[in-house]
């Protein structure tokens, strides 16, 4: 497959604040996944580096919270607007250090967009006192009501593979909720939030709660012991490591970790359609997403012209550095280490006897490129079809009917997300409503991540917690239970002290009456 360059994506991209801000230290480096070459150095932050960034966001924060949601929602939108301003310099930042495309990386700051309108005018709604009609009559004297109060200050610790959606994206709830936000992004893709952060705080002008630590293990557990609630997002195995560490100082968390999502296709789907969607959520971002299709299973009268369209299709794509011009499909693959973890299952599978109809093969010359591939007549002996993947490799299994492919689909560890693509939407329900994972698409593919209203999370080891809908904003506060008195009141209560037989008969009989059922039984009769 031949691979576009485009100089210019490297020439448009400008110096980010690699210090940020702060004094010289150790340091990373970060370099382009097209070609391997280093753009900057990024300094690390000790822990006391991060406790001092924990002291001034919790500092800044109670004022950020006395501001109120009118207030908050000022700042948030300039922050939209600044986006807005800026977005061809972030996109452009974004693929220098992430090898995405130019549709793919501009998919970051769209959802940053969406989202802060969204939160912006849900928050409020979401977040709002509930009042709670007591279930004892007699407790109705009272008015009973939730409070939500934010945390503090709330931690992100991010991966590398949607760098500013999986960080400031998921930190925008916390901000409307009324915390500060201390995220630390992955030492592989830290320079686009690096540069958001620094227009909100020097372009934007916007208050002091919004910051960002860099490193690796020991910056982000610096941050976990500081942070009053953590979201990690990132591989089953550290988010166990997060979790242990969390514990320590009893601080909640939730996990949004790894997947291998199936996508089902019956007898009567429609198999273009099918093919399209297939292809597109299996190797958008260079199969690089959490929730990408990550195995197939196609019903058995169907599946060699299936199979024949996907590789037409995935024939068709581009695949290279397209700068700014659109002008491939499928990018680098962002992580050095992946590209090792792909090959690997591929040659697994070809190995165990599946066929390989197209890809297969690591990109030549620098950088870290592995080819689009399809994989038929794969099965559960393989580790394509039962370990995470995250690259461009689509691997699909024939079955003889739709219970087979439930079968195996929930045949695995992780229950992120899932698709079905069936004849009719009524049939695609039913399996829907089978597959054991925090969601499914109904003959379509990934586009439930755009509704925010739903929650988003996952089944097993795939996480814990959600993002999105009333609980992805509820998590960012704890709850305050408040009782208060509606009538004027007496000097103490029958339940209180001194105990004596009267008293406590009455509030026996009380008890009998509210609780037992059947009037005869009521009054103990
Ligand atoms: P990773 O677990 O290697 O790293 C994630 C983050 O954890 C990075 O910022 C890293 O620096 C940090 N980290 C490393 N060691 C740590 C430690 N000991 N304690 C605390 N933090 C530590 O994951 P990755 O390779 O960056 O991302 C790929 C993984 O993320 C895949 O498994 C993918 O499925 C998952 N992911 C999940 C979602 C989701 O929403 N469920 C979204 C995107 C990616």
């Known amino acids: 497959m031949e691979r576009a360059t485009h100089p210019e994506a490297a020439s448009e991209a ?25 753009i900057e150095a990024v300094a690390i932050d000790s822990p006391e580096s991060v406790a001092e960034t924990f002291a001034r966001a919790r500092a800044a924060q109670p004022a950020w919270e006395a501001i109120g949601f009118d207030g908050r929602r000022r700042w948030m939108e300039a922050l939209r607007d600044w986006i807005l301003d800026n977005q061809d310099r972030l996109d452009t930042l974004m693929q220098e250090e992430t090898g995405k495309v130019r549709a793919d990386a501009a998919l970051e700051a769209f959802y ?6 969204y939160w912006v005018e849900q928050g409020p709604k979401l977040l709002a006192d509930e009042i709670v009609t007591p279930h004892v009559l007699l407790l109705r004297a009272k008015r009973s009501k939730i409070v939500y109060r934010p945390f503090g200050v709330a931690g992100f610790i991010s991966p590398w593979n949607f760098p500013v959606i999986l960080s400031l994206g998921d930190a925008l709830p916390a901000l409307v909720a009324g915390n500060a936000v201390v995220i630390k992004p992955s030492e592989v893709t830290p320079l686009t939030l ?54 320590e100082t009893l601080t909640p968390v939730s996990l949004e970790l790894g997947g291998k999502d199936p996508l089902i296709v019956t007898r009567d789907a429609d198999i273009d359609r099918a093919v399209n969607a297939t292809a597109w959520g299996g190797l958008v971002n260079s199969g690089q997403i959490c929730i990408s299709i990550e195995r197939v299973y196609v019903e058995e009268p ?23 011009t659109y002008t491939a499909e499928i990018g680098a693959m962002t992580a050095p280490a992946q590209v090792e ?44 079809m039962r370990e995470e993947t995250f690259g461009p490799v689509i691997p699909v299994m024939k079955v003889k009917d739709t219970e087979e492919a439930i079968e195996l689909a929930n045949d695995t560890s992780y229950g992120l997300g899932s698709s079905v693509f069936a004849g009719d939407a009524a049939e695609g329900e039913r399996i829907a409503r089978r597959i054991e994972a925090g969601h499914c698409n109904v003959n ?73 059922r059947g009037l005869r039984n009521r009054l103990g009769l």
């Open 341 to 384: 973890i792909v090959s690997e299952q591929v040659e697994d599978a070809r190995d165990a006897g599946a066929r390989i109809l197209t890809g297969g093969r690591r990109g030549e010359g620098p950088g870290d490129w592995y080819e689009p591939t399809l994989i038929a007549d794969a099965d559960h002996s393989m580790k394509v």
């Open 302 to 324: 169907v599946y060699d012209q299936f199979v024949d369209k996907l590789r037409s299709k995935i024939e068709t794509l581009r695949q290279g550095a397209d700068g700014n």
């Open 112 to 117: 940053c967009l969406d989202a802060i309108n």
């Open 194 to 247: 690096i540069e958001m952060v620094r227009g909100w705080r020097e372009d934007v002008g916007a208050p002091d709660v919004l910051h960002v630590v860099n490193g690796m293990a020991e910056t982000a557990g610096a941050l976990i012991d500081a942070a009053d609630y953590v979201q990690f997002t990132g591989s089953e195995r550290t988010g166990k490591i997060v979790m242990k560490r969390a514990a």
């Open 444 to 516: 379509d593919v990934l586009v439930n991540y755009n509704v925010l209203g739903l929650p988003m999370g996952g089944w097993k080891n795939s996480g814990i917690g959600v993002r999105h809908g009333a609980q992805g904003i509820r998590r960012f506060c704890r709850t305050e239970a408040l009782t208060i008195p509606r009538l004027p009141q007496a000097k103490s209560e029958p339940i209180w002290f001194p105990y004596n037989a009267r008293k406590r008969g009455i509030v026996r009989r009380l008890y009998r009456f509210l609780n037992a």
């Open 14 to 38: 400008p110096a980010a604040a690699a210090t940020n801000g702060k004094p010289e230290a150790d340091t990373f480096d970060v370099r382009r996944p097209v070609d391997g070459s280093v």
